[in-house]
Nanobody, 119 residues
Framework: QVQVVESGGGPVQPGGSLRLSCLAS????????TDWYCQAPGKQRELVAT???????KFADSVKGRFTISRDNAKNTVYLQMNSLKPEDTAVYFC?????????????WGQGTQVTVSS
């Protein structure tokens, strides 16, 4: 079906930036809505940002004005640009890809990428 791989995480100082990538691969599918979630230790997974097939975006209040989300349909890749990072942004970031294919519609998760914001 669809395989999802996140990349781009790592350590960064407060105020720094990272760009996360979410690559979806497979055969004969179309990406619809893609979401980025984060999960900090001991906390529930939270929705951070969403981008629809048409390019409409939505953000959690905690990241508005600091994060942007974009997609490159030719590369089946969605990006999360994270600026002005704060220690509280430290979490594992997961990508959820909503896709339509021969199987119908389903959502596919990646394994996550760790973001650590610390001085």
């Amino acid at each position: 079906q669809v395989q999802v791989v996140e990349s781009g995480g790592g350590p960064v100082q407060p105020g720094g930036s990272l760009r996360l990538s979410c690559l979806a691969s497979g055969s004969n599918f179309r990406i619809e809505t893609t979401d980025w979630y984060c999960q900090a230790p001991g906390k529930q997974r939270e929705l951070v940002a969403t981008i629809t097939e048409g390019g409409t975006t939505k953000f959690a209040d905690s990241v508005k004005g600091r994060f942007t989300i974009s997609r490159d349909n030719a590369k089946n890749t969605v990006y999360l640009q994270m600026n002005s990072l704060k220690p509280e942004d430290t979490a594992v970031y997961f990508c959820k890809v909503g896709a339509f294919g021969y199987w119908g519609r389903d959502s596919f998760w990646g394994q996550g990428t760790q973001v650590t914001v610390s001085s």
